[in-house]
């Protein structure tokens, strides 16, 4: 069994100063168990307003598919830039202006930092779940709510351990909320 920990944040009050991002918010945690195949649907009852948070996760044989994906995609890339370079710079050997040598170091420096980036993305960011208000480090929105995902039980993602971001109180679970009644 794979769990993993999905977590809405109500954005309470912001404020911000150069590079620095002071969130106050309230987050609702919910564990959730990856499925075995595809995909789930997931939503998250704020325990501030009630509002709901949708996730989807992926099965861990769809997850790694994407990471995968993503891998050989900036692979790719980077193969692309060395055979750019490799057929390039003939070409700008025995050209008379230099723009053409601009030409090919401009291209060069984009393919490398987008396979950088892919690559990054692919190690960091691809754990299996989608939302449109993930949260991804930065400034947060104004109003309403984000959701953080934390794939690793226990360990936050590095992101959230700086300055950035602070949580003002916890709700209990989805699976823990009180029941009205109970003794």
């Keep these: 069994m794979d769990l993993i920990q999905l977590e809405a944040g109500h954005v309470l009050s912001r404020s911000s100063a150069p ?13 959730a168990t ?18 709901a948070v949708p996730f989807t996760v992926y099965s861990v044989a769809l997850t790694r598919r994407y990471r995968l994906s ?34 090919l170091a401009g291209a060069e420096i984009v393919l490398i930092l987008l396979a950088v980036r892919v690559l990054l993305h692919a190690a960091v960011f691809e754990h299996g779940v989608r939302s449109p ?9 104004r109003d309403g709510h984000f959701a953080m995902i934390d794939p690793h039980l226990g360990r936050k993602p590095s992101a959230r351990n700086g300055r950035m971001i602070s949580s003002v109180h916890r709700h209990p679970p989805d699976d823990q909320l009180p029941v009205s009644g109970a003794d």
Excluded: N
């Design 19 to 31: 590079g620095v991002y002071v969130t106050e918010y309230c987050e609702t945690v919910h564990t």
């Design 70 to 103: 993503a891998y050989g995609f900036g692979a790719f890339l980077l193969v692309v830039a060395v055979l750019v370079y490799t057929v390039g710079i003939d070409a700008v050997v025995g050209a008379d202006s230099p723009v053409w040598a601009l030409l």
């Design 133 to 141: 208000m993930l949260w991804r480090g930065g400034e947060v929105p």
């Design 34 to 51: 990856r499925p075995e195949q595809d995909k789930a649907e997931h939503h998250i009852r704020c325990g501030h307003c009630g509002d």
